[in-house]
């Protein structure tokens, strides 16, 4: 079965960072792009960074950048974000996903499949 | 960044019945439009990418349908399992960006 499962959420205090796990398996990293998606408590969902498959490329929403690095390492079939300098507000919780790519007229890409999620809490 | 608005943010529709949730963009998007299903304590699942391609194991009821930047999602006959929240979300540009949700209620 293709399956991503993502540890390391908990509780933490503001300032305090985070490193998220995301660990794949049923297939191979080194040729999928992936992203991390957050959903605050009652809310909606929130693309916050994404990955190139060499992992050459990173995009980060602005909420995030400059605190949040995504990384991989496809030897252990893993994605990661370090969360540093947390805020109360980015208390959710946190998905990874796989973009996956079709070419029709044009490369349509979507997320799937997403790991069940880990809850961060950033609280004092 | 793209800013996506779906309309109504909650329905209430009975087993049977024909349901409609639109979704808009404030530019045009052509066809980089997906839809995702979320039941409470689990993660978003794709029904629809491309606008209008079921995702493989989607049952057919669900259609998507639309494109630039007015966009919808119809369950032709709704099932006690549909019963959810609906998302659109973009991905024509970064930052990726979802509707803010439809709730789908008895």
């Known amino acids: 079965d293709v399956q991503l499962v993502e540890s390391g959420g908990g509780l933490v205090q503001p300032g305090g960072s985070l490193r998220l796990s995301c660990a794949a398996s049923g297939f191979t990293i080194s040729d999928n792009e992936f992203n991390w998606v957050r959903q605050a408590p009652g809310k909606g969902l929130e693309w916050i960074s994404h990955t190139s498959s060499s992992g050459s490329f990173m995009f980060y929403a602005d909420s995030v950048k400059g605190r949040f690095t995504m990384s991989r390492d496809n030897a252990k079939n893993s994605l990661y974000l370090q969360m540093n300098d947390l805020k109360v507000e980015d208390t959710a919780i946190y998905y990874c996903?796989?973009?996956?790519?079709?070419?029709?007229?044009?490369?349509?890409?979507?997320?799937?499949?997403w790991g069940q999620g880990t809850l961060v809490t950033v609280s004092s | 960044d793209i800013q996506m608005t779906q309309s109504p943010s909650s329905l209430s529709a009975s087993v049977g019945d024909r349901v409609t949730i639109t979704c808009r963009a404030n530019q045009t998007i052509t066809r980089f439009l997906n839809w995702y299903q979320q039941k409470p304590g689990k993660a978003p699942k794709v029904l629809i990418y491309a606008a209008s391609t079921l995702q493989s194991g989607v049952p057919s009821r669900f259609s998507g349908s639309g494109s630039g930047t007015d966009f919808s999602l119809t369950i032709s006959s709704l099932q006690p399992e549909d019963y959810a929240v609906y998302y659109c979300?973009?991905?024509?540009?970064?930052?990726?960006?979802f509707g803010p949700g439809t709730k789908v209620d008895i």
């Open positions: 996903a796989r973009l996956n790519t079709i070419l029709q007229v044009a490369n349509y890409n979507w997320f799937d499949p």
């Open positions: 979300q973009q991905s024509h540009s970064v930052p990726l960006t």
